[in-house]
């Protein structure tokens, strides 16, 4: 059994999701009580688009825990799975506990905070996205998405902050976010100039 689970591990570094998934489908119907072999199947089909059968993986590695045991990466990506299923308000949810479980966990307030954002609810992300970049001020995304939860929220000064950092972490790495965060502090640096011009 441990020779399958790791070779189901190497199938899965590799990206091999299909192949991963034959093996942990067998490793299951002989263990079904196997909370870390749900929790990478579940992993292999969210990789598959897979999302309905994914959550029902993590929802039995969540359930199968020990007693007083809370495993963040579980919480995780069950969160993630109903956040790629449109059900935000359930994954706000999940990331909480995630977040509660793994309180370092940087990608856990990340997305976390992607979510709220599609909740509408900008003030709570640009916290989660703060707490982010405490956690990892070299992360670029951390960066980018507080100054797009602040820029939402009508506040430029803040916003501009966050955007300068983000395009001094990532002005080697072409992307639209890398255009948008330039083209707000190039703005911003227009619109300076002009009130000087015009005390």
């Known amino acids: 059994?441990?020779?399958?689970?790791?070779?189901?591990?190497?199938?899965?570094?590799?990206?091999?999701?299909?192949?991963?998934?034959?093996?942990?489908?067998?490793?299951?119907?002989?263990l079904p009580?196997?909370?870390?072999?749900?929790?990478?199947?579940?992993?292999?089909?969210?990789?598959?688009?897979?999302?309905?059968?994914?959550?029902?993986?993590?929802?039995?590695?969540?359930?199968?825990?020990?007693?007083?045991?809370?495993?963040?990466?579980?919480?995780?990506?069950?969160?993630?799975?109903?956040?790629?299923?449109?059900r935000y308000p359930e994954a706000e949810a999940k990331y909480r506990q995630a977040a509660q479980a793994?309180?370092?966990?940087?990608?856990?307030?990340?997305?976390?905070?992607?979510?709220?954002?599609?909740?509408?609810?900008?003030?709570?992300?640009?916290?989660?996205?703060?707490?982010?970049?405490e956690h990892n001020p070299e992360m670029g995304l951390g960066w980018f998405n507080l100054g797009y939860a602040l820029e939402r929220q009508g506040k430029p000064r803040k916003a501009l902050v966050a955007y300068r950092t983000f395009v001094e972490l990532e002005s080697e790495k072409p992307s639209s976010r890398l255009e948008h965060a330039r083209e707000f502090v190039a703005q911003a640096a227009a619109a300076a100039r002009t009130g000087a011009a015009n005390p």
């Not at 070779?7 to 119907?29: H, K």
């Not at 059968?53 to 919480?75: C, K, R």
């Open 33 to 86: 009580q196997a909370p870390n072999v749900h929790n990478n199947m579940g992993y292999a089909l969210m990789q598959l688009g897979r999302f309905e059968e994914a959550l029902s993986h993590f929802e039995a590695a969540g359930q199968q825990q020990p007693e007083g045991v809370v495993d963040g990466t579980v919480l995780h990506n069950w969160a993630n799975t109903l956040e790629k299923l449109k």
């Open 102 to 133: 793994a309180p370092d966990g940087v990608d856990v307030f990340i997305n976390w905070g992607n979510v709220l954002v599609q909740l509408e609810r900008l003030p709570e992300a640009a916290e989660r996205f703060r707490t982010a970049v």
């Open 1 to 30: 059994m441990e020779s399958r689970l790791d070779t189901a591990l190497l199938e899965m570094r590799q990206g091999s999701w299909d192949n991963a998934l034959t093996i942990y489908e067998e490793v299951v119907s002989q």
